[in-house]
């Protein structure tokens, strides 16, 4: 097992206490977080405002925040160089890593493609990825680029939140303490905690080589 942890930008922090409600925004989370863990420092002890990137057999990011902790599966493949602290991500159809020109590419095609176009079809979304390919000086390859985006709108998320929620409590409806399994309003649905839990309590519930979890009514 390797856990590598970095502390959250202000941008990313606003980004991970907003409202996840579509893939689309899991998607940029997941692109927000990947330069911090390539590049950012590796920390030690985990504190809130950090993203935890938990490698075995379950590959997942983390976002602990002071009253939410929650969780997806991280689609790139990661290599761990001895020399160096940080991860190198990369995706291991295409071996393309994801950093640099390559990420900023996937970043752009998310806010200005999908992000707010839900439904478009394939040969315009390739035709707005070219224009984008070509605001850039250095263009990768556009193929293995496409591969990449449609992986992240077909990867399943698993997302997964514990809530610390005082402000929405109300009694059983609603705990102080939950669960919340997915994230969109039309699949979402929470189950209760009786107390507050340790950002390690949480991975633990999502870490298949420990013992399960028992709900009990």
Known sequence: MKEFKVNMTKRVSELASNPIRTKNHVIMLLLEAIPLLTYGEIEERTDANQIILRIDKMKRLFFVLDEKI??????????????????IIYDSITNLE????????????????????ESQ????????????????????NKDQIWEILKKLL???????????????????????????????????????????IS??????????????????K
Not at 156 to 174: F, M, P, Q
Not at 199 to 216: E, P, Q
């Open 154 to 196: 077909v990867f399943e998320s698993g997302y997964l939140r514990y809530d610390y929620d005082e402000i929405h409590e109300n009694g059983k409806l609603h705990p102080l303490n939950h669960l919340d399994i997915n994230y969109s309003s039309d699949s979402t649905f929470k189950i209760g905690i009786s107390n507050k």
């Open 98 to 117: 994801i950093s640099g020109i390559n990420l900023a590419i996937l970043k752009s095609a998310f806010e200005e493609i999908f992000f707010e176009k």
């Open 121 to 140: 079809g394939v040969l315009d979304l390739e035709t707005e990825l070219l224009h984008i390919m070509d605001s850039f000086e250095m263009k990768p």
């Open 199 to 216: 950002s390690d309590t949480f991975i633990d519930i999502l870490d298949i080589n420990t013992n399960c979890y028992f709900l009990s």
């Open 70 to 87: 929650f969780s997806f599966n991280f689609p790139f493949s990661v290599e761990i160089v001895t020399e160096q602290s940080n991860p």
